[in-house]
């Protein structure tokens, strides 16, 4: 092929891609956006900069480069920069973007669809799927989320490219595929036949200490950002030993050992109390599920300061799902799954009174994506307060995912990801199932802000450098 062929193939190519992503709903809204280096003030009516503190009323919040510079009380306007970029909100209560600790982007299928959807489906058919939903997620005003789990890859390439501004979406830090014992909660071989299981990749699996240092190693060497394990059974795996625990101790302090060797956080999916015990003993920073968390496993949470990510939204997709079609699980699992129904927020009740550690996470892809903010209300219906739920998936959340530098509040220093809604989230967290604004990396994702005339917002000033 020719130079000038090339570069036509390229062209096409490229307009192929951005025709089928503008299909796919992913084109990005077109905001007049200020220049890097110019300053930018959010004006809010009302301001939780800092979660667990009270909210200012009237403020600004100051953004260069992407970054908060200060944070004022007041409708501040600068001298000696003209260009600065001034963002109307103050007829709406700001707080932080908001932190998911438990997603799946890469699908929204449950049950005997699912297993479906992945015999017949493609890597692309994943991509463009994750980056659907990715969008949806930061147009619900998740700025961030963990990924928790996904065998092909497209998550962790969908990470990078939104990284690069390529692609609309939240802030992605990603496990790859989890880890779990041969028959356990993460083989994908289980429900299928022996002639399509001999084509599935099984590097996720180990069975032993060295197979389970080996199975991290491969993992880290894909480029996670943390690692993903499970304990347990699961809820909607095809495995009949159900939810008791299914790792040995010397596995379990394999996989965090040389997890935290290469710097990175475990995340472990457990129902059974023995599978949460088992994690917590050796070293592992979140808990997820946590269903059937006894005594014993709160005192470890207490002891070493380990997270608990209820994902109580799992059970929205569970009723949906069977509200539309009775059959859309197979037998075993839709017990389990009626099961998990009836007991879900009663280890939150046992836990949050006592102290535990609580970090929001939805387990997105059981529920459905752009939908993350439900969990806000039945955190609330098992106990937390608003202001508690809010913390959770804001500075709770970022300390779990080691990005308080970043993310978490709205500090000087800090990435300029924050949301606006309608009415006051600490009276009825419901609200934030509505985000009217999104704000990410200090570029608006979503909102039109009012235009406001300066003159009449001062009533302070920015000293010029």
């Known amino acids: 092929m020719t130079d000038p062929a090339r570069s036509m193939a390229r062209s096409l190519t490229g307009c192929a891609a951005a025709w089928w992503l503008a299909l796919a709903g992913l084109a990005i809204p077109v905001h007049a956006q200020a220049p890097a280096d110019a300053l930018v003030l959010v004006h809010a009516g009302r301001l939780l900069d800092r979660p667990e503190a009270p909210p200012r009323e009237a ?69 463009y799927n994750a980056a659907v939903n990715a969008r949806k997620t930061l147009d619900a005003g998740f700025t961030t989320v963990r990924n928790l789990g996904g065998r092909n890859g497209v998550t962790l390439a969908l990470r990078d490219a939104i990284a690069a501004g390529k692609l609309p979406g939240p802030h992605i830090l990603d496990a790859g595929n989890g880890i779990s014992g041969t028959s356990g909660h993460g083989d994908a071989t289980l429900g299928l036949s022996p002639e399509i299981a001999a084509h599935v990749s099984e590097d996720n699996l180990c069975d032993g200490p060295e197979a389970c240092r080996r199975a991290v190693r491969l993992q880290v060497r894909r480029g996670v950002d943390v690692i993903k394990t499970m304990t347990t059974g699961g809820v909607n795996s095809r495995i009949g030993a159900g939810l008791g625990r299914q790792m040995f101790d010397d596995e379990m302090r394999a996989i965090v050992e040389t997890a935290h060797l290469y710097g990175k956080k475990v995340a472990v999916h457990a129902h059974g109390a023995e599978g949460i015990t088992l994690a917590l003993r050796h070293g592992a920073d979140s808990i997820e599920h946590g269903t059937l968390l006894d005594e014993e496993g709160i005192e470890l949470f207490l002891r070493t300061g380990a997270y608990y990510v209820p994902t109580l939204s799992t059970v929205n997709g569970y009723l949906e ?107 009825d967290v419901r609200v934030l199932k509505n985000v009217e604004f999104v704000m990410k990396d200090g570029k608006v994702h979503k909102g039109r802000p009012a235009a406001a005339e300066p003159a009449a917002l001062t009533q302070s000033h920015i000293p010029s450098r």
């Open 321 to 427: 799902r069977i509200a539309a079609d009775p059959n859309a699980y197979p037998p075993d699992v839709r017990a389990k799954i009626d099961w998990r129904i009836s007991i879900t927020g009663q280890a939150l009740e046992k836990a949050y009174p006592r102290g535990v550690k609580i970090a929001f996470g939805t387990d997105a892809g059981v529920s459905k994506h752009g939908r993350n903010a439900d969990e806000f209300e039945l955190l609330v219906k098992h106990g937390l307060t608003p202001a508690a739920a809010i913390q959770a998936a804001t500075r709770n959340a970022a300390d779990l995912l080691g990005i308080s530098a970043d993310a978490g509040s709205l500090e000087p220093g800090k990435r300029a990801d924050l949301i606006a809604v309608d009415g006051d989230p600490l009276a």
């Open 59 to 127: 403020a600004t919040v100051a953004i260069r480069n992407g970054r908060i510079e200060s944070v004022h009380d007041g409708f501040v306007t600068p001298e000696g920069y003209a260009d600065a970029q001034l963002v109307d909100l103050r007829e709406r209560f700001v707080l932080p973007g908001l932190i998911d600790s438990h997603v799946h982007l890469d699908t929204d299928a449950g049950g005997e669809a699912r297993l479906l959807e992945a015999l017949t489906k493609d890597i692309p058919y994943f991509a």
